[in-house]
């Protein structure tokens, strides 16, 4: 038999024939590598955790015009393809227009509700999204003022000549105006300037004025990194024509700050989790060498030089470290999934790389746990055995 | 060339001398006892023998090497080589088996052995009881896992501390005859006893007290 298989065979049957010892040493172990495998993943998962919510506050990059022209579908299509499309969570592009209602001036935008859904998931509507052409959704001030509720119908007149004020009837004919009736499909309530706009879609929009393809702005949703946010704003504002991209700072830095507060909050603990996890192992291991100093005694009695019996110690330590390492990364997994389904409501993707980096943590970490325990083994006096003690 | 000489050793703890002044020659395959009540220094007798302590004072020559000189890692390897060592508590490792315990003797020694170490059981009679845990085993049948251990290296001299003392008088006989098949063979063999019987059947018989060597007994009836 080579002494390799010895070695293994003196280890293993070490922790399997003293069972109840060595389970707590590795309950320690294993706990610890648990807690420690879940929050890296959670560490690394809650920047897209957080990223998601964030994204329930609105927009958080804008396209404007860099000059005094508008934007232009091509111009945004070419900004947009900048961004890695599985950050991007929605774009709605808008175009603000003078129109009258009942001779009342208000102001119409138009927008992709398919797009303005996803970058304002905020907004409160009292009755549905339009769903086709001929559809309007009438903010909660200007549905006041005209006395407009879901269901109802309400005609934009735009002015070709571009006259904003309110007309006298005798004067309407002669002006140059164009009509479109809509059916208010919700009232929008959003807190905010929003109030006061008639949404109707890009292609009511094209057919009431009559020009196509210019847009003022336009409101994106991107999951990324303030940093990488900002990489993105550079690059859209120098690479494409005629378009400026700017980060919506409020929400930009506070998504920012609050990332950065939750990822230093689970670092720390991560830290007193590992130190916790030393103690109790070296606690532990302390134990099994009071408990086995007889052994060592006899050990060194029958020739063990120091180094043998720091190989044996180390040997057992670090196969407990790596058992607790993999049931840890096992049972990680499994924490950190329910601390995502429970917090952030969304399932987490399993890392493989985590197995092999956890078993390699737990392991380290025992290591350094044991080096306490196994240098006062060797200080035991191999005349032990003879003293009948 | 004696195996053993001890000369003038003394071995001193603050104000009290455990040994004074002891001069002892061991001759190779000689089989002595040593006696003497509790406190008289026979542990720290058998613990300078054995390599596991050094003499205060005097020299210790251990197969032409003076032990009271050498460093404590040049003292394991001498224990490891040249010592078998036979305890009254028996000292198995409570997780290994009588076979695996034997082997952790070599392991520390050369390379295990499985076939050798089954032979060494098979010598003290306990062959069957190889896969056994020291918990399945009775005393005299740990006792003899313990000297099949002592014995599996080869060494120059087997150093035995009241190898009878845990054991019933069937048991004993057990143990004793194996001690004299071993001196048949032509093992150097130095036994602690409080066991008249025990002391009785060496060849030599020193006693202790109070640190020093007050008797030497040859035994006359001495079986070869």
């Known amino acids: 038999m080579k002494r390799q298989t010895m070695f293994l065979k003196m280890i293993t049957a070490s922790l399997l024939r003293r069972r109840s010892?060595?389970?707590?040493?590795?309950?320690?172990?294993?706990?610890?590598?648990?807690?420690?495998?879940?929050?890296?993943?959670?560490?690394?998962?809650?920047?897209?955790?957080?990223?998601?919510?964030?994204?329930?506050?609105?927009?958080?990059?804008?396209?404007?015009?860099?000059?005094?022209?508008?934007?232009?579908?091509?111009?945004?299509?070419?900004?947009?393809?900048?961004?890695?499309?599985?950050?991007?969570?929605?774009?709605?592009?808008?175009?603000?227009?003078?129109?009258?209602?009942?001779?009342?001036?208000?102001?119409?935008?138009?927008?992709?509700?398919?797009?303005?859904?996803?970058?304002?998931?905020?907004?409160?509507?009292?009755?549905?999204?339009?769903?086709?052409n001929g559809e309007a959704l009438v903010g909660k001030e200007t549905a006041e003022t005209l006395d407009l509720r879901a269901g109802d119908t309400v005609t934009l007149v735009y002015d070709l000549e571009g006259q904003t004020t309110a007309a006298k009837p005798s004067e309407k004919a002669e002006r140059n105006q164009n009509?479109?009736?809509?059916?208010?499909?919700?009232?929008?309530?959003?807190?905010?300037?929003?109030?006061?706009?008639?949404?109707?879609?890009?292609?009511?929009?094209?057919?009431?004025?009559?020009?196509?393809?210019?847009?003022?702005?336009?409101?994106?949703?991107?999951?990324?990194?303030?940093?990488?946010?900002?990489?993105?704003?550079?690059?859209?504002?120098?690479?494409?024509?005629?378009?400026?991209?700017?980060?919506?700072?409020?929400?930009?830095?506070?998504?920012?700050?609050?990332?950065?507060?939750?990822?230093?909050?689970?670092?720390?603990?991560?830290?007193?989790?590992?130190?916790?996890?030393?103690?109790?192992?070296?606690?532990?291991?302390?134990?099994?060498?009071?408990?086995?100093?007889?052994?060592?005694?006899?050990?060194k009695a029958l020739g063990a030089s120091n180094r043998s019996i720091i190989f044996e110690f180390m040997g057992e330590g670090l196969l407990l470290g790596a058992i607790g390492g993999l049931l840890g990364s096992i049972f990680g997994f499994i924490f950190a999934q329910a601390v995502s389904i429970n917090v952030f409501n969304s399932s987490i993707q399993f890392h493989w790389i985590l197995i092999p980096i956890t078993i390699l943590v737990s392991v380290l970490v025992t290591g350094i746990s044991c080096v306490l325990p196994v240098r006062s083994a060797t200080d035991v006096d191999p005349a032990l055995v003879l003293k009948g003690e | 060339m004696s195996l053993l000489k001890i000369k003038n050793v003394s071995k001193i703890y603050g104000p009290l001398k455990a040994l004074d002044g002891v001069n002892l020659t061991v001759e190779n395959g000689e089989w002595l006892a040593i006696m003497g009540p509790s406190g008289s220094g026979k542990s720290t007798m058998m613990n300078i023998i054995g390599c596991m302590d050094k003499p205060s004072l005097g020299e210790v020559i251990l197969d032409g090497v003076d032990i009271a000189k050498e460093s404590d890692k040049k003292l394991t390897e001498i224990r490891r080589d040249k010592i078998g060592l036979i305890f009254q508590q028996f000292h198995l490792i409570n997780y290994l088996t009588a076979v695996e315990n034997v082997m952790?003797?070599?392991?520390?020694?050369?390379?295990?052995?499985?076939?050798?170490?089954?032979?060494?059981?098979?010598?003290?009679?306990?062959?069957?009881?190889?896969?056994?845990?020291?918990?399945?085993?009775?005393?005299?049948?740990?006792?003899?896992?313990?000297?099949?251990?002592?014995?599996?290296?080869?060494?120059?001299?087997?150093?035995?501390?009241?190898?009878?003392?845990?054991?019933?008088?069937?048991?004993?006989?057990?143990?004793?005859?194996?001690?004299?098949?071993?001196?048949?063979?032509?093992?150097?063999?130095?036994?602690?006893t409080h066991d008249p019987e025990v002391a009785e059947v060496a060849q030599r018989t020193v006693v202790l007290e109070h640190g020093r060597l007050v008797k030497e007994i040859i035994n006359e009836n001495f079986e070869e």
Not at chain 1, 72 to 83: H, R
Not at chain 1, 181 to 191: A, C, N, P, W
Not at chain 1, 235 to 243: A, F, M, Q, Y
């Open chain 1, 21 to 132: 010892r060595m389970l707590v040493a590795l309950l320690a172990i294993a706990v610890g590598a648990t807690i420690l495998s879940g929050l890296v993943t959670i560490y690394y998962d809650v920047p897209r955790q957080m990223g998601e919510q964030f994204r329930n506050y609105g927009a958080n990059m804008i396209f404007t015009p860099s000059g005094s022209d508008k934007l232009s579908t091509d111009a945004i299509n070419k900004a947009k393809g900048l961004i890695d499309s599985n950050e991007l969570v929605g774009t709605a592009p808008y175009r603000y227009e003078n129109i009258t209602v009942y001779e009342r001036p208000l102001m119409a935008a138009a927008t992709d509700f398919e797009g303005a859904e996803k970058t304002c998931p905020y907004w409160r509507i009292d009755g549905e999204w339009p769903s086709k």
């Open chain 1, 179 to 299: 009509s479109l009736e809509f059916k208010v499909t919700g009232i929008l309530d959003t807190g905010g300037n929003e109030e006061k706009y008639i949404f109707v879609s890009i292609a009511d929009m094209e057919s009431l004025t009559g020009k196509s393809d210019i847009f003022d702005m336009t409101e994106l949703s991107v999951s990324a990194s303030q940093e990488r946010l900002s990489d993105y704003a550079e690059k859209i504002s120098s690479e494409v024509d005629g378009l400026s991209a700017r980060l919506v700072k409020r929400v930009t830095q506070s998504e920012n700050t609050v990332l950065s507060k939750l990822q230093a909050l689970v670092l720390l603990v991560t830290i007193i989790v590992l130190l916790l996890t030393m103690i109790c192992v070296a606690t532990t291991m302390m134990a099994v060498v009071t408990e086995r100093r007889k052994e060592v005694g006899l050990r």
């Open chain 2, 104 to 192: 952790v003797s070599q392991y520390y020694h050369s390379m295990p052995d499985e076939k050798e170490a089954m032979e060494a059981l098979e010598r003290v009679g306990l062959a069957d009881r190889a896969k056994h845990l020291p918990s399945q085993l009775s005393g005299g049948e740990q006792q003899r896992v313990c000297i099949a251990r002592a014995l599996i290296n080869h060494p120059e001299i087997v150093l035995a501390d009241e190898p009878t003392g845990n054991l019933d008088e069937a048991n004993e006989n057990i143990v004793i005859d194996i001690f004299k098949q071993l001196h048949r063979q032509g093992t150097t063999l130095i036994v602690v």
